[in-house]
């Protein structure tokens, strides 16, 4: 501790010899970690501890079980098929996403920053729409609009002539993932470009007239000044992405129901872990082997993050303005 | 001002692009508000139809504020989602501010301490949730929706604003300090006004999971004196039979309130931004 | 000024939630339920029953969405904030309840030997000796089909499975209608109303069933396979794109007046003759051959069980015997026709198409669907696993052999007395 308050500066403030305690610190801290300890961090280590039991059907009582959950889980094959299908197509998922939500979603955002732009607002709350839209909302919508019955798809493609082109998407094996993603993009859009928008508006006029002066304007102005100042907010956003899909449950969840059919073809983690923990329909729920792959999750989700803090982040440089 | 050559092609382009995916998002929803006023029959015979003299009717609405006080789902929504905005950006921006400002001993893993929350899914705690609210008597009562809701939206909220707070100037803080203003100050008079953008937009993506939420109003709040609007919503899904007038209706209202909550944040982010304080 | 207002808040909603506390007088009854759309039939029929005949006792019906129901149901039970009464589903899921000790034995609520055995079965111990739930209603499959289109192509109701493919092929010939209408998205239809309504007449209702569960049959057995086999017959008299097509979408397509036929379970009677302007007619699962014994899938579907946690055991004791008394069968059955009411007893039916299906009970023998008594126990789960092998194969992603042999895998894996059968 010495040696940091050498440096700091609120020490030229102290008269006393001693240095004083940095109560702030901890009065800052303490709401925020108070409820999420209590309300958030304790009932998942209680959770999480689960995997770690099992029940014994005649008694009725759980037992300590060690790694027993998680070598089923890996070990027996219908289990580990489950599992592997379910991180399979949740990763296809989130390549779609990171390919198609995100670059659409900073295309906007530069859009939406031109200055001379009219109707920005307009445009920003138009196209921010459908994320603030429920999942129930969002599935029901698209279902309607890709049902073959009174399908507004199958219309819409006739008048240009493309009907032979329409499928019944979400019912086929190979192509229900895709298009739930898809639906996925179409909700989400809005965070990347509210977070870039917000990101290039902080960029201050003076570094843009400079870059004029200098004679980089439109794209180049773009990929050379603006891309590189916003990369830590694309940072984020793409980790957001990944976190966001390897937890993802309630669209699959709505369109195609907790089976996530078909023949499993939409099944991800979130409702591989719902249907394990919570039961479904005549299926017991099973909370030991829930919490068990709520814990393998959660491990697939923590090496993401940390190879995204400390292999990209601390590489990304911050400008401060 | 910029002084970029204004190119009329170029204008063009950006707006084309800009309707294109304007209609993309639109579209759908505009769908289900005209539905939202058409009779069954219409709904299915002629879904992309404005409701006509034949087709209008109310029905929808009729059944949606006969079947339950949708004014009292509306105020429930509304109350857990605005407290609890409020209190992840204050309590956030609070932790956000000790992370971003000060080195400390376990500065890091405080953050990454904070940062487990986004990445698991506080569902899986349910159960014990519920217990402890049993326990606290805060069953069927706003107040345990809140709590709830402002400790899934804290790890976030501090996550993305420590972000963009390291973005602000040290030479301004210390400036501060050198004046004698004491960290609070610093904090709420100096930091905060810079980082507004940040803040609405922390605000409008925290509020949205929070309206739209179904699991925990089900479970912690299902009374009816404490329903929020996307439950009082669901319950024209019934298990065999959609009551489809119903529900158009009931979710087009449910979009109505977001909407507004939405535009009125995203008017303080314009506001924050061309008050520019730095200059 | 963001303290105070915060505060202000704070105060405004616990003021609100004292107010949501009931009534001391008055005993109020909460009733926990997935049938969200009887909701209006109980505010407006069987509640005030009740209430008029017992005074002092009010009853709350609290209907959750079903989907969500299992899972929020045990959550509250294991906090205890669960409700007085508790709807109980058939067979393993509300046995684990009262194993848990979350449901009470309602063995002497008066009344109870007013349910024959097989009624009591789903909600009993495998023993038998112990019932958690007072059962309520029971499902009944077989089809709907539209009268008037019928009329219209000269066709008449089909007895035998020839029969029933020839009407569906002058039906799409015809092109007026759609002939079936069903969809394969949601998955479960096509095991509930596909398999588990024709299969009873492959394998012989309970004979069949008791044997798989002794472990003397299995999934692969040809009687098991052929209803698999006519299911994908069906598959080109569906809708267009029907893969993509759900539940209420083929709802709507009947009731629009789109489809000719609907494979119906019993409880589509109450909104189809609400919503469909045309006149509507019943027919059995088509017989294999000529002059076969006829079977039906005849399901006892929701029961009422008593929270073993409740505050008010002598006034939901009172509710359990009104449950389980003629009156409330006549109301019941009669408020919600296509819930047939499970009592020995005869019950007057108003409804004529409930009428229609309840009188396949003297002619056919009756069978519960396989899948739900004992065998859905395990993982993988067979009634989930059905779903998706029924869905498969109308879909032509898995032939029929291959969806059984699946099947009778997924069981043997777990369950002791099919082991053998590997």
Request: charged share 15%; glycine share 6%.
């Amino acid at each position: 501790m010495a040696t940091l308050d050498t440096i700091d500066m609120a020490d030229l403030d102290a008269q006393a010899t001693a240095r004083p305690r940095r109560w702030h610190i901890a009065v800052f801290l303490a709401p925020a970690v108070l409820i999420y300890t209590v309300v958030m961090i304790l009932p998942l280590v209680e959770t999480l501890w689960l995997s770690l039991l099992r029940v014994d059907p005649k008694t009725n009582t759980s037992f300590f079980a060690g790694l027993v959950n998680f070598q089923t889980l890996f070990g027996d094959p219908r289990w580990s098929a489950s599992f592997w299908n379910a991180l399979r197509n949740n990763v296809w998922f989130f390549i779609i996403n990171m390919v198609v939500q995100n670059p659409i979603g900073v295309a906007l955002a530069a859009l939406l920053s031109v200055p001379t732009l009219k109707g920005r607002a307009f445009y920003r709350t138009a196209i921010f729409l459908p994320t603030i839209l429920s999942f129930v909302i969002v599935g029901f919508i698209w279902k309607l609009i890709l049902s073959p019955l009174w399908g507004v798809a199958p219309s819409l493609l006739k008048s240009v002539g493309l009907r032979h082109l329409f499928h019944p998407w979400l019912g086929m094996a190979d192509s229900a993932l895709t298009t739930v993603s898809l639906i996925s993009v179409w909700q989400f859009i809005g965070i990347p470009m509210m977070l870039i928008y917000a990101a290039l508006l902080s960029i201050p006029d003076e570094v843009l007239e400079a870059a004029e002066i200098d004679g980089i304007t439109g794209w180049s102005q773009f990929w050379k000044i603006k891309l590189p100042l916003i990369l830590p907010t694309i940072g984020i956003i793409s980790i957001l992405t990944f976190v966001g899909n390897f937890n993802a449950f309630d669209l699959i969840y709505v369109t195609q129901g907790a089976l996530a059919g078909p023949n499993f073809s939409t099944d991800i983690l979130g409702t591989f872990l719902y249907r394990t923990f919570f039961g479904y329909q005549l299926q017991l729920g099973d909370p030991n082997m829930g919490a068990a792959i709520a814990t393998v999750m959660f491990a697939i989700i923590l090496v993401g993050v940390c190879i995204y803090l400390f292999g990209v982040q601390r590489r990304l440089r911050r400008y401060q303005f | 001002m910029s002084r970029a050559r204004f190119s009329l092609p170029r204008s063009a382009a950006m707006h084309a692009a800009l309707i294109l995916y304007t209609i993309i998002a639109v579209a759908p929803v505009l769908l289900i508000i005209i539905n939202s006023f058409k009779d069954r029959r219409a709904i299915f015979s002629h879904p992309l139809a404005l409701p006509g003299p034949k087709s209008f009717s109310l029905v929808g609405y009729q059944a949606v504020f006969s079947q339950g006080s949708f004014l009292t789902y509306f105020e429930n929504s509304l109350i857990v989602t605005v407290v609890s905005i409020a209190l992840v950006l204050l309590f956030g921006a609070m932790a956000a501010f000790a992370l971003s400002e000060y080195r400390f001993r376990g500065n890091t893993l405080m953050g990454l301490y904070l940062a487990l929350g986004i990445m698991i899914p506080i569902r899986l705690g349910t159960i014990a949730i519920l217990k402890l609210m049993v326990a606290t008597h805060l069953v069927d009562t706003l107040t345990a929706l809140i709590l709830v809701y402002t400790a899934q939206g804290l790890p976030l909220a501090i996550f993305i604003l420590s972000e963009f707070m390291h973005g602000v100037s040290d030479d301004l803080k210390n400036a501060g300090r050198i004046d004698g203003l004491s960290e609070y100050r610093i904090f709420f008079r100096l930091v905060l006004p810079l980082i507004r953008p940040a803040m609405a937009t922390v605000a409008v993506f925290t509020m949205i999971p929070i309206w739209n939420d179904l699991w925990f109003p089900l479970i912690l709040a299902p009374s009816e004196a404490t329903k929020t609007v996307t439950l009082g919503a669901q319950m024209f899904l019934g298990q065999f039979v959609t009551n489809w007038n119903a529900v158009l209706s009931a979710l087009s209202l449910a979009i109505l309130p977001v909407l507004i909550l939405y535009l009125i944040f995203s008017r303080q982010l314009i506001r924050g931004i061309t008050s520019g304080a730095v200059k | 000024m963001t303290k105070t207002f915060i505060k202000a808040l704070l105060v405004a909603s616990s003021v609100i939630s004292i107010a949501s506390v009931a009534h001391a007088d008055d005993v109020t009854l909460t009733i926990e339920s997935w049938r969200n759309d009887d909701t209006g039939v109980w505010q407006q029929k069987i509640i005030p029953a009740f209430e008029k005949a017992n005074p002092g006792i009010k009853v709350v019906f609290a209907a959750a969405a079903p989907t969500e129901y299992n899972a929020a149901l045990n959550a509250k039970l294991a906090a205890g904030s669960a409700g007085d009464l508790i709807t109980c589903r058939p067979f393993d899921a509300s046995l684990e309840l009262y194993k848990k000790g979350y449901l009470t034995s309602v063995n002497d609520i008066k009344g109870m030997d007013n349910f024959g055995d097989v009624a009591k079965a789903a909600w009993q111990t495998d023993d038998g000796k112990t019932t958690f739930c007072v059962p309520m209603a029971s499902v009944i499959h077989g089809f709907i089909y539209n009268e008037d289109a019928f009329k219209d192509l000269k066709l008449t109701p089909p007895k035998t499975h020839d029969e029933f493919m020839a009407d569906l092929k002058k039906i799409k010939d015809d092109g007026t209608y759609t002939p079936l209408a069903m969809g394969t998205k949601d998955q479960w239809e096509a095991a509930t109303m596909g398999y588990e309504n024709i299969g009873p007449d492959y394998w012989h209702g309970e004979e069949g069933r008791k044997a798989l569960i002794a472990g003397k049959a299995k999934l692969t057995d040809p009687e098991f396979v052929e209803p698999f086999k006519v299911l994908k017959e069906w598959a080109p008299y569906m809708g267009d794109g029907y893969q993509a097509q759900a539940y209420p979408d083929s709802q709507n397509m009947f009731t629009l007046g789109r489809a000719a036929i609907y494979p119906a379970g019993s409880w589509e009677i109450a909104t189809f003759e609400k919503q469909a302007q045309f006149k509507m007619g019943a027919f059995p699962p088509p017989l294999p051959k000529a002059g076969d014994t006829c079977y039906i899938s005849d399901q006892p579907d929701h029961a009422l069980g008593m929270n073993a946690k409740t505050k008010h055991p002598e006034e939901a004791k009172k509710f359990l015997e009104w449950v389980a008394s003629k009156d409330f069968a006549e109301l019941y059955g009669n408020a919600l026709p296509g819930f047939f009411p499970l009592t020995k007893e005869k019950v007057e039916l108003q409804d004529p198409l409930a009428k229609e299906f309840l009188s396949w009970r003297e002619t056919c023998k009756p069978t519960i669907r396989m899948t739900y008594q004992i065998l859905s126990r395990g993982t993988p789960n067979l009634e989930n696993e059905l779903w998706v092998a029924s869905a498969n194969v109308i879909n032509g992603t898995e032939t029929p052999e291959a969806a059984a042999k699946k099947l009778q895998d997924g069981l043997a894996s777990w369950y002791g007395p099919q082991k053998a059968n590997k």
